[in-house]
């Protein structure tokens, strides 16, 4: 039986505003995200998902603010990521409309925050971001290796090791990008995701690079179970009908 895929928009907020960039950098403006995400509902996105790329405590009003709007106005799932670094902070996301809550850098911190979140709000809700990159041989098991702050820190720590402890404390989902092919619309990295898709069963989201439709069929077709995108949505290069017609004539089950 064919799998489901879910086809998500992603909306990188800064100051209130939807940006993109190429590898985490040379940010362009690219609209208000509650416009963005009422636009994207109606193409028929499957979810929204908001990141606070600042993740700072001055911006944090603003993206509660977006959420507590969009979730008034949206009747699809929404995921909410950047700075979440308390049980705390998933319980406030949650409170103001989010379904989901992602979170990176404070998990790599302190891992037993994970089984925290899962134990006092439930396990399924937490999606747990990883920003990996391939690194030289030998640096890392896999060849892949996680970093936080927006990509911009390396941390050792091997990426798919990270995935099977993060699942195994209580992370829902994996949102896997690519800090390689992130903004360079040219296709996901395969190879990466198909070896995630090997150390995990949990629902697999392939993040970074999408530049076709058929880009989503590869992500499919290497394990993602949910396939994210942003600029391609985002400056008009695709539509989400685009994408899910593409998954359906290829076997795969859409909404």
Partial sequence: MSKVVRV?????????????????????????????????????????????ITASNEDRATTLT????SAQELSIPITVGGGVRSVADVQRLLASGAKKVGIATAAVARPELLSEIADQCGRGLTVLSVDARRCEPGHTKSGYE???????????????EWITQAVDLGAGEVLLNSVDFDGTNRGFDLEMLAAAREVTNAPLIASGGAGSAQDFVAAAQAGADGVLAASVFHFGVLKIAEVKSALSAAGFKVA
């Fill in 8 to 52: 998500i928009p992603c909306l990188d907020i800064k100051s209130g505003r939807v940006v993109k960039g190429v590898q985490f950098t040379n940010l362009s403006d690219a609209g208000d995200p509650i416009e963005l995400a009422q636009r994207y509902q109606a193409e028929g996105a499957d979810e929204i998902t908001f990141l606070d």
């Fill in 66 to 69: 977006v959420l507590e709007v």
């Fill in 146 to 160: 996680v970093t936080t702050h927006g990509g911009s820190q390396g941390t050792g720590r091997d990426a798919l």
